[in-house]
């Protein structure tokens, strides 16, 4: 079946922009979560949604991010007033319900975002 | 929270020959411990993973070893080939929490 999708895949803005990325999750996956890669850097945790709540907000790093899920299903992740540290790919992942933890997390190729 | 360093950052192995990634971990409650590879412009994806009731899980070619004494765990790849070249990511995760910890990434790279 299809995987997670993310789009754009690639988006390019000015500092001061606001952005949105988008997530699907894999149909059924009531887990959906949102991690940041920076160039050459390992992946560091924004946000965890289970169904339309996001009880682990801990990674989101400034109140310029913020998120929301509707349906139990997509996923949009913005950004507010966009800085170049920004920059970075925004990746989601999705995942069945079941003990915590423990799951197995599908990942989607990422959204690319260049703040100049 | 919990913090994982990866080590080596950058691997280099003829074709054939077996590679090693070590990772160790902080937090001793964590129980999941995932490897994901990494291909240029994709999404991670899961190559094997083992919980922390078990001390050693085999894959084929793949075979990754926990030490939860010491907190530490290896990946361990054999037969290497081309198209194991990636960026290779360990993570942590532990009941409760479902974020995972990533280490930093090995780039593997296998010499034809």
């Known amino acids: 079946g299809a995987g997670v999708s993310q789009s754009p895949s690639n988006k390019v803005t000015e500092k001061g922009k606001d952005v949105e990325l988008r997530c699907d999750p894999i149909?059924?996956?009531?887990?959906l979560y949102w991690y940041r890669q920076s160039l050459g850097q390992g992946l560091e945790f924004l946000i965890y949604f289970q169904g339309n709540s996001a009880p682990d907000k801990s990674g989101l790093p400034s109140d310029r991010f913020s998120a929301e899920r509707t349906g139990g299903s997509v996923s949009t992740l913005t950004i507010q007033r966009t800085q170049q540290e920004d920059s970075a790919v925004y990746l989601c992942?999705?995942?069945?319900?079941?003990?915590?933890?423990?799951?197995?997390?599908?990942f989607g190729p990422g959204t690319r975002l260049l703040v100049l | 929270g919990e913090n994982v360093e990866q080590h080596p950052s950058t691997l280099s192995v003829q074709e054939g020959d077996s590679a090693v990634i070590k990772c160790t971990y902080s937090d001793s409650a964590s129980n999941y411990f995932p490897w994901y590879k990494q291909e240029l412009g994709k999404g991670p994806q899961l190559i094997i993973d083992i919980r922390s009731n078990v001390g050693e899980k085999k894959d084929q070619r793949i075979a990754v070893t926990l030490n939860k004494t010491a907190k530490h765990f290896s990946l361990h790849i054999t037969e290497t080939q081309p198209e194991d070249s990636a960026v290779y990511f360990c993570a942590a995760s532990r009941t409760g929490r479902r974020a995972l910890t990533f280490g930093s990434g090995t780039r593997l790279q296998v010499q034809p």
């Open positions: 992942a999705s995942s069945l319900m079941g003990s915590g933890g423990k799951e197995t997390q599908y």
């Open positions: 149909s059924g996956h009531t887990a």
